[in-house]
């Protein structure tokens, strides 16, 4: 059981949006630690989305965006492309643990 | 471009200490600014993180393993370890590596990297 929740899967259509959520508490993403997302193609080194809530590294198209509010976060891919089905995972960390924490991770199917 | 790749046994026996390295290439270890961390994923399950390390000697280790686990930094082969003693089969699972990074100063608000693609540790006899 991860401490942040993700859905297992999502799916859309090319050309559609979607958002993944990440829902953490009051000692994770509700005390203000910062949440990052990255893209997992199995097999391969997860990849860097979105760190510090919403800001994208460079070469990271502007199609993938953050957002944070209470005790949760999403990330939101607009233009679906086919190169976008892959795992995502959302990051951060718990004071309460004491622990950098991750959620369980989401399939994106694109239909 | 930083490039971390995990190297080390593939096959470990239970009560054995797994040993894996994480060579670093495209950028030093020795940065003042870098961490340097292990996260592993069992089969089915979620990433966990293992610990964090800098070439300082400063350590942060997953409180649910500090009894058993040791990360060291290597400035002269520009790599580091981990050593995880005592093992079972629920430690099964795919290590990554992974350079840790700090926000605004802040090593609680940071991310991970690049990271290594991974590589899986099977306990068994």
């Known amino acids: 059981q991860s401490v942040l929740t993700q859905p297992p899967s999502v799916s859309g259509a090319p050309g559609q949006r979607v958002t993944i959520s990440c829902t953490g508490s009051?000692?994770?993403?509700?005390?203000?630690?910062?949440v990052h997302w990255f893209q997992h193609l199995p097999g391969t080194a997860p990849k860097l989305l979105i760190s510090?809530?919403?800001n994208r590294p460079s070469g990271v198209p502007d199609r993938f965006s953050g957002s944070w509010s209470g005790t949760s976060a999403s990330l939101a891919i607009t233009g679906l492309q086919a190169e976008d089905e892959a795992d995502y995972f959302c990051q951060s960390y718990d004071s309460s643990l004491s622990t950098w924490v991750f959620g369980g991770g989401t399939k994106l199917t694109v239909l | 471009q930083l490039q971390l790749q995990e190297s080390g046994p593939g096959l470990v026996k239970p009560s054995g200490t797994l040993s894996l390295t994480c060579i670093v290439s495209g950028g030093s270890i020795s940065s003042t600014t870098y961490y340097w961390a292990w996260i592993r994923q069992p089969p089915g399950k979620g990433l966990e993180w293992i610990g964090t390390s800098h070439h300082s000697g400063s350590t942060y280790y997953n409180p649910s393993l500090r009894s058993r686990v040791a990360i060291s930094v290597d400035t002269s082969k520009n790599q580091f370890s981990l050593r995880l003693s005592s093992v079972t089969a629920a430690d099964t699972a795919v290590y990554y590596c992974?350079?840790?990074?700090?926000?605004?100063?802040?090593?609680?608000?940071?991310?991970?990297?690049?990271w290594g693609q991974g590589t899986l540790v099977t306990v068994s006899s």
């Open positions: 992974a350079r840790h990074l700090e926000y605004f100063g802040e090593l609680l608000d940071g991310w991970f990297d690049p």
């Open positions: 009051s000692s994770n993403i509700g005390a203000g630690h910062y």
């Open positions: 510090a809530n919403n």
